[in-house]
């Protein structure tokens, strides 16, 4: 029953991660005082580009042909082990957080080596920049997680949900800092102004684009589809680990039927602060980027350090 | 004894301990004058926050007095008149490169460790609380300090020494719920009066060597090289 | 039985020097032998020769590792004395699960090596590069790592200590018409002695307080902390030196790249680690009370060497020379664990203690794993294109297939991917680092954090890395002709080899419970400590504090990702109107890519240069060839890069001035004159007569 509601519950991760792209670039366009495209606008697109045909370059090699499925699958098991609307369900003992940024990690190695197999200059150099800025950006991301998981003592995230539910509503320096380096990361991670701009293919600019640019059809599809997912898992990790309230903590209708509307007016209220902020500041130059991580490094320094300094047992 | 076991006060005064920390390390890696100031500013607001959170909690009345002190002064009247001298002085575009950033921000991450450090066996007899609050307020000292020594603008250096006050203004209301209303009326007229000399021998630096960077005022020296 | 099978390993890695005496020997031989190897003479003597020898050194490693796991399995210790060496001094031999598990690290590396070696040493022509001359030594020097894991007296273990050492002095230096590689042998015999000689007085602080040299002597000795901490700094010089701890590393990337690639797989794989192994032996064994400032410091090292390995190995072009900076690297973390888990035994938690002594003792093994399986893979590479500079190759994936799978199963180990092995050990490093509220003490509660951070940065800045070597070896087009016109090597040991390092990276990635369990038992022998068995280290899941507070099941991943893949896989392809059509590559229209438009490694390393500037040395020169009216049309540019370690001018060059300078002045006693030197014997004859009356 529960490996059941596992499953349904990740099944339920990939669905609605289009609808969370697509709800982000709503609130943008309405910011912006453009005319939105409908809120299944990805559900379109990703269905579109499943049914035509891949052209693949005559270079690339079976790494470039196979990445789109393994970065897919990694992404599908980091969405497995995260808890969507419900905590402990069995998935969640498979791998903890670690290992979540192991997929996240597992999976852009793939994508820059997808980079660099078809020998242009843009793969190249996609490459390259993705990985200057996860490796300034995964450092980051470990120490604000330890920060959290250092006072819950735990790294297996369905525990330390529970660890911050029962605890109540107490004021923790480690988790402001925690929270606020966590939310540069996932910017800088999943490629949103002023990081990276998503919707731009402007060669002195781009990232994760520069990358992608010789895929198309399914492959294309199934990156995309897998980038949204994490957009979407760095929105629910922010959203279940500051803000646990309303998730299910037994298996009822009931509490599932409140803990899935909960994850759903959290994910959306983080979607608008995303695209506000996305409106509000420009993108940077390549060499800030830099500055925006360590600041995001610093604040998880000091959220691990304001754990032992302040809130220490001794 | 652990942080959910604390009651609401000490949990915002922690809270608040490390934002202040924070906004420390911002000013220490801050380039640019106006945002020096402007987070400058965030500092005294915070602390004015915290008077008013120790005042509302220990039903101390005269520290809303002096929390109102701080909100005027440190968070109004001395970043305005800061602020208003760079603009005059045309100095608000200048960035200052500074140099070895990084290494400047591992120093400060350890000043924190190690004011933490030597406060421990100091403040072993009083509680816990104390002892982080107050080594939080020693390592802004420390930070502060830190800042004067990595910046070249004159104007940081006010800065710096403004938030080296700060740093004791926290010990104060945490370790002693603040001081005495007379001590406390000197110190912020003190303040007041330095922040206004400093503006006036800005001015006098500035027309005499033409520039706000200290290590301008190298060149004063007599010793022959 | 067991100790009989470790001798027999031994043994048969001296037998396999015989057969390179033999070489030499063979015109002497008696007459009706020499008939018959002169039939075989021309043709197949060699390749006899070399089946031969890496036969008897594939057995060798066979026995090492029957040897290392039978005692593993068993837990008992074993002793015996050898009565060779000097007749009041027999050798003590030891055997326990420590040397066992090392035993086990070298048997896999020298079974691989074993079987990828005949096929890599059948370019060395006879003459120049005798391979006479390099399996002599060879077998040599694996003797030596082997004896040294069973010594159990002090002068045991640097006879073997030094009988590895010189024996690698000798394969480093094997090309020798190459000045360059002379001078990196010799830095290598320098910083070997220098290290042998801190080992030695590190022995001898022991025992003082003791009453003779066998280790169980050395065990009962009891020291006061000051004499305690001066033989730890002095033993931590000499493995460190040995296994290559940042600032003590220079010798490492001159040595590794210029020894036979075999070579280097065995001196990075392992003799590194027994170097590790001196270190443990002599911490938790023969000292027996860890201080938790040695483990700060080793913590502190550690951490230093690991971020300073992979910033400098991010910079190298040389493919071996960038794997053998990543050794100091790995190294580094190895050593870091180390620490934490000195640390945790000083503070009274041995449970963390072996927690961490796991996740380094199963890093240094994975670490053997895939360091071997990338040498191997470089000397492939090397030996099919005849070059090693990575900016001359790509696409290699192509022309390599087999080769190119290996070497991304190595860099995905080393890397620290999920399902591989090199993963698990750092993430049982993590989870020790995780630990830390157990410490009474403030400031390393605030210290093991930052490593851990260092720790985390170093994971990443090693994917980088990785991701840059493959993606500019085996992908994109090829930058030369040696690349474009490699091909799959035919040699099936070559890739035997290489394949069952790499299979053994996967299936340790997937069931870390194997190994896990053993190191286990080491940690129960060595520090009297261990994770309660079962539930904890299950082969489903891995959960070594407790199920509560962290948990990783591969198999269940693998799982996982398999099903996540294949119905995505099934369902995408279902339809015939959308097969994969290949086309050209997406030029914006221009027309004409050119392999030189691609990234190369030094392009793909640019935003690091910029980032880490002050790490290196960086001497960074753009010149442009001007032409035409005004001197305004640029005709070439060209692009020169230099980097260097700060080792060299801010450490080592002042030890060599001081050298000098006293050299110098020791010289000025040095006159020449015979009647002065006469005088000097006088004076020092007198003064012994005034001492001694």
């Known amino acids: ?314 | 004894m652990n942080i959910e076991q604390l009651d609401f006060y000490t949990q915002a005064v922690l809270s608040l301990a490390a934002l202040v920390g924070l906004t420390s390390f911002l000013m220490l890696g801050q380039g640019r004058l106006l945002r020096l100031i402007f987070v400058f500013a965030v500092q005294g607001f915070l602390l004015a926050l915290t008077t008013a959170v120790a005042a509302y909690s220990l039903n101390i009345h005269h520290l809303y007095i002096s929390a109102v002190l701080t909100l005027v002064l440190k968070v109004i009247v001395i970043p305005w008149m800061l602020r208003r001298l760079v603009l005059q002085m045309n100095m608000h575009r200048d960035v200052e490169a500074l140099k070895n950033n990084s290494a400047v921000m591992l120093g400060g991450a350890s000043l924190m460790v190690f004011s933490y450090y030597i406060l421990h066996p100091i403040v072993q007899t009083s509680s816990i609380v104390m002892l982080n609050a107050l080594a939080v307020s020693l390592s802004v000292m420390l930070l502060g300090m830190l800042l004067m020594i990595s910046h070249r603008q004159a104007v940081a250096h006010v800065v710096g020494f403004m938030s080296i006050e700060n740093g004791l203004f926290f010990a104060a209301i945490v370790a002693t719920h603040g001081m005495p209303m007379v001590v406390e009326l000197g110190v912020a007229f003190d303040v007041l009066v330095a922040a206004v000399l400093f503006g006036i021998f800005f001015f006098h630096i500035r027309t005499s060597i033409d520039s706000l960077d200290v290590d301008l005022l190298n060149r004063l020296s007599e010793v022959d090289k | 039985m067991i100790l009989v099978l470790a001798y027999c390993s031994v043994l048969l890695s001296f037998a396999s020097c015989l057969p390179a005496l033999l070489m030499y020997q063979r015109h002497n031989l008696p007459a009706f032998n020499r008939q018959w190897i002169i039939n075989l003479e021309e043709q197949h003597f060699p390749i006899l020769m070399r089946r031969a020898v890496f036969g008897l050194l594939g057995l060798s490693g066979l026995f090492a590792i029957l040897a290392g796991l039978g005692v593993l399995i068993t837990g008992e210790v074993m002793t015996d004395r050898i009565s060779l060496g000097l007749p009041w001094l027999p050798w003590q031999v030891r055997f326990d699960n420590l040397s066992g598990f090392f035993f086990l690290i070298i048997g896999i590396a020298v079974s691989a090596v074993s079987l990828y070696g005949p096929g890599y040493v059948s370019t060395y022509e006879e003459g120049r590069h005798p391979f006479a001359v390099l399996s002599l030594f060879t077998g040599l020097f694996v003797a030596g790592m082997l004896l040294v894991l069973l010594a159990d007296d002090a002068f045991f273990f640097m006879i073997a200590w030094e009988l590895m050492s010189v024996a690698s002095y000798f394969l480093v230096a094997f090309q020798h018409e190459n000045p360059a590689n002379r001078r990196a042998a010799f830095l290598y015999l320098l910083m070997a002695e220098i290290g042998a000689l801190a080992i030695i007085l590190a022995f001898g602080v022991l025992a003082s307080f003791a009453d003779g040299f066998t280790f169980d002597a050395l065990r009962d000795a009891r020291l006061s902390t000051t004499w305690a901490s001066i033989a730890f700094v002095l033993a931590l010089l000499g493995f460190g030196m040995k296994a290559g701890l940042v600032p003590v590393h220079v010798w490492l990337p001159e040595a590794h790249p210029v020894a036979p690639s075999h070579i280097s797989a065995l001196m990075s794989g392992v003799m590194l680690k027994v170097a590790l192994y001196g270190l443990i032996r002599f911490c938790f064994d023969l000292i027996g009370e860890v201080h938790w400032q040695w483990g700060l410091a080793l913590m502190i090292l550690g951490t230093v060497s690991a971020l300073g390995g992979i910033l400098y190995a991010m910079m190298q072009t040389n493919l071996k020379r960038l794997l053998a900076y990543s050794s100091v690297e790995n190294i580094g973390i190895i050593f870091m664990v180390l620490g934490l888990s000195m640390i945790f035994m000083s503070q009274n938690q041995p449970q963390l203690a072996a927690l961490g002594f796991l996740a380094a003792l199963f890093h240094a093994f994975n670490h053997a794993l895939f360091k071997n399986l990338l040498f191997l893979g470089a000397g492939i590479i090397h030996h099919q294109t005849h070059e090693l500079n990575i900016d001359l190759m790509g696409g290699l994936i192509k022309r390599m297939p087999k080769t190119g799978m290996l070497f991304l199963i190595g860099c995905m180990s080393i890397s620290s991917l999920p399902l591989f092995n090199g993963f698990v050990s750092e993430w049982l490093a993590f989870q020790t680092a995780l630990q830390v509220d157990v410490i009474d003490n403030g400031v390393l509660r605030s210290l093991i954090p930052v490593a851990a951070a260092s720790l985390a940065l170093t994971a990443a800045l090693a994917a980088a890395c990785f991701v840059n070597v493959f993606g500019i070896l085996f992908l994109g087009l090829p930058r030369s002709r040696h690349s474009d016109k490699a091909q799959e090597i035919t040699d099936q040991g070559m890739l035997a080899g290489p394949a069952l390092l790499a299979g053994l990276c996967f299936l340790f990635g997937i069931f870390p419970g194997l190994m896990l369990g053993l190191i286990n038992d080491v940690a129960g022998q060595v520090l009297g400590a261990s994770l309660p068995d079962g539930a904890t280290l299950s082969w489903l899941h891995l959960a070594p504090v407790s199920a509560d507070k962290a948990s990783y099941s591969a198999p269940l991943v693998l799982v996982g990702a398999l099903i996540a893949a294949g119905i995505c896989f099934r369902y995408l392809r279902r339809s015939p109107a959308t097969v994969m059509r290949r086309a050209e590559t997406w030029d914006c229209g221009f027309g004409g890519l050119t392999p030189r438009m691609q990234y190369s490694s030094s392009a793909f390393m640019m935003p690091f240069r910029r980032i880490f500037a002050r790490v290196w040395i960086i001497d960074e020169q753009v010149r442009k060839d001007s032409q035409g009216a005004m001197n305004q049309d640029v005709a070439a540019i060209h692009y020169s890069l230099q980097i260097q370690d700060h080792s060299w001018p801010r450490l080592y060059q002042p030890i060599e001035r001081a050298v000098n300078r006293t050299a110098r002045l020791v010289g000025r006693i040095q006159t020449g004159n015979i009647r002065t030197y006469l005088g000097y014997s006088f004076v020092t004859l007198i003064v012994m007569l005034w001492i001694i009356s």
């Open chain 1, 1 to 314: 029953m529960n490996w059941l509601l596992a499953v349904l519950q990740t099944v339920l991760f990939v669905a609605l991660a289009p609808l969370l792209a697509g709800w982000i670039k709503w609130c943008k366009c309405r910011l912006q005082n453009r005319k939105a495209p409908s809120l299944f606008q990805p559900y379109r697109d990703l269905l579109k580009l499943t049914r035509k045909q891949p052209v693949v370059s005559d270079q690339a090699s079976w790494i470039f042909t196979t990445s789109p499925y393994i970065i897919f699958s990694a992404m599908v098991l980091a969405a497995s082990i995260v808890p969507l609307v419900a905590v402990d369900l069995p998935t969640s003992a498979n791998a903890d957080v670690i290992v979540l940024i192991g997929f996240f990690s597992f999976a852009r190695f793939f994508l820059a080596l997808a980079g660099l197999d078809i020998g242009t200059a843009f793969g190249g150099m996609g490459s390259s920049r993705e990985m200057t800025i996860s490796s300034m950006a995964e450092p980051a991301m470990l120490m604000g997680i330890f920060a959290l998981t250092m006072s819950a003592s735990t790294t297996n995230l369905s525990f330390a949900i529970d660890f911050v539910l029962n605890e109540g509503l107490v004021l923790r320096p480690s988790f402001i800092f925690a929270l606020l380096s966590l939310m540069l990361v996932a910017i800088a991670e999943t490629g949103r102004i002023p990081v990276d701009n998503p919707a731009t293919h402007l060669e002195l600019t781009m990232i994760h684009e520069a990358m992608i640019l010789e895929y198309s059809g399914r492959h294309l599809a199934l990156i995309e589809w897998a980038s949204q997912l994490k957009l979407m898992l760095y929105g629910v990790l922010i959203a279940n680990i500051f803000f646990p309230w309303g998730i299910a903590e037994r298996i009822t209708v009931e509490a599932l039927k409140y803990g899935l509307l909960a994850i759903v007016v959290k994910l959306a209220l983080l979607a608008v602060l995303l695209a506000l902020s996305e409106t509000l500041f420009a993108k940077m130059r390549l060499f800030r980027v830099q500055e925006f991580l360590s600041f995001a490094y610093l604040l998880g320094l000091l959220g691990m350090l304001s754990h032992i300094i302040l809130e220490g047992a001794r």
